[in-house]
Structures are given as C-alpha cells and as structure tokens.
C-alpha cells in the first residue's frame, strides 16, 4: 500500500525549532519530488516547501525561508522539515504529500499538529 | 505568493451541477496546464481529484471534471452527492518553482 506517515509534532515556544518526519512506503520514493503542505486550524491549504529526488532542487514559501530546511534520505525512504525560528503563525497541521508527475500531490500523509505557544 | 481566488462557498441541491472557479495570474494559472484540485472532508488529509488542469486520478468519479480559460480554472461537479459535501482547494504551479493553493471553497449539498 502507498502510504505516507508523519511524525514529529507538538507544542514548542515562539523561537524554538522542530523538526517533523515523513516516512514513505509503497512506492519508489527516490523517484519523485516531494513537498510540505500545512493547514493552520480553521484555515486553507497552504504550500510550504519541495525538494527534487536527487536534492539538488529546493523551493520555499517566503515567509518561511530562512527558518525552515527540507530535507530527505532516500536511503531510509524518509523526508524531514527542520523549523527553527518558530512564530505563532507557523502553528498548523503539517503534511507530506508525493509530487506526481506534472505537478499535482497525489499521495497524502494524515498530517502531524505543530503548535507554537508560550 | 498571492493565494488564487476561490468563492468561499458553493452550494446544490442532489442530483444538480455546480462549478467552482478559481482565479489567478498569468504566472501561475495561466501559465502552466499545471492547476489541480483537491478535496478534504473534515479532520481528513486532502484528496487529489483532479490533475494537469482536466485529467482525473484513477478511481475519482467521471461526475468531476476540470477546465481552464485564461488565468481562471474550474472545477464542475455534475450529479451532486451527499458525499460530495466538503472542502475543495485548487492549486497551480507557478513561474517561480513554487505552489500556490485558493482559500477553499466550502460545498454544501442541500
């Protein structure tokens, strides 16, 4: 089964960091882009951040370069989000989906809460 | 990173049609044959419904169907289901290497 599971969440102070995990499974995960996605409560989808297969390529939101590292190991299948500099406004449920190819995420992680908060 | 235009709801009766539009710029919609659609029930992970502006994934109903005009996609539900009820979000690559999603629109079937 294609699956994708995240990990990693939950309560940090405003300028901490976090890192949150996306294990893969069911498919050839070196071979696709891959790609951040978070919903902050009560609102949209909102793209984060994507790295190439071969992590030569990777793209940021504006609000978050400078604070947050995508990251993959396609050894283990897996692909990580490090966010440093936390703000309220990061707090969301984050996640991983696979890129297909055109440019569309066609497989979902179930998500993994941050919350940043005093 | 400008979010694309979407109503913020949309609503039909069982059986009805209804198309939810979503607006953008000639960088990113109107660009590229690259917006997308997506629907997310409550407390669930988004669904990929549609793909490269008119293609449906594999087991996505026929009753839902893309197009494009210009900076404007659409995405048009035919049939309408009870199980249709929920959140739809479109998305389109855009000309700086990035993805920019609409603020969603909520569809209520009456």
């Known amino acids: 089964e294609v699956q994708l599971v995240e990990s990693g969440g939950g309560l940090v102070q405003p300028g901490g960091s976090l890192r949150v995990s996306c294990a893969a499974s069911g498919f050839t995960f070196s071979s696709y882009w891959m790609t951040w996605v978070r919903q902050a409560p009560g609102k949209g989808l909102e793209w984060v951040a994507n790295?190439?297969?071969?992590?030569?390529?990777?793209y940021y939101l504006d609000s978050v370069k400078g604070r947050f590292t995508i990251s993959r190991d396609n050894a283990k299948n897996s692909l990580f989000l490090q966010m440093n500099s936390l703000r309220a406004e990061d707090t969301a449920v984050y996640y991983c989906a696979r890129v297909r190819e055109g440019a569309a995420f066609d497989i979902w992680g179930q998500g993994t809460m941050v919350t940043v908060s005093s | 990173q400008s979010a694309l235009t979407q109503p913020a709801s949309v609503s039909g009766s069982p059986g009805q049609s209804i198309t939810i539009s979503c607006t953008g710029t000639s960088s990113d919609v109107g660009g590229y044959n690259y917006v997308s659609w997506y629907q997310q029930h409550p407390g669930k992970a988004p669904k990929l419904m549609i793909y490269d502006v008119i293609n449906r994934p594999s087991g996505v109903s026929n009753r839902f169907s893309g197009s494009k005009s210009g900076n404007t996609a659409s995405l048009t539900i035919s049939g309408l289901q009870t199980e249709d009820e929920a959140d739809y979000y479109c998305s389109s690559y855009t000309s700086t290497n990035t993805w920019v999603f609409g603020g969603g629109t909520k569809l209520t079937v009456l």
């Open positions: 790295m190439r297969q071969d992590v030569r390529e990777e």
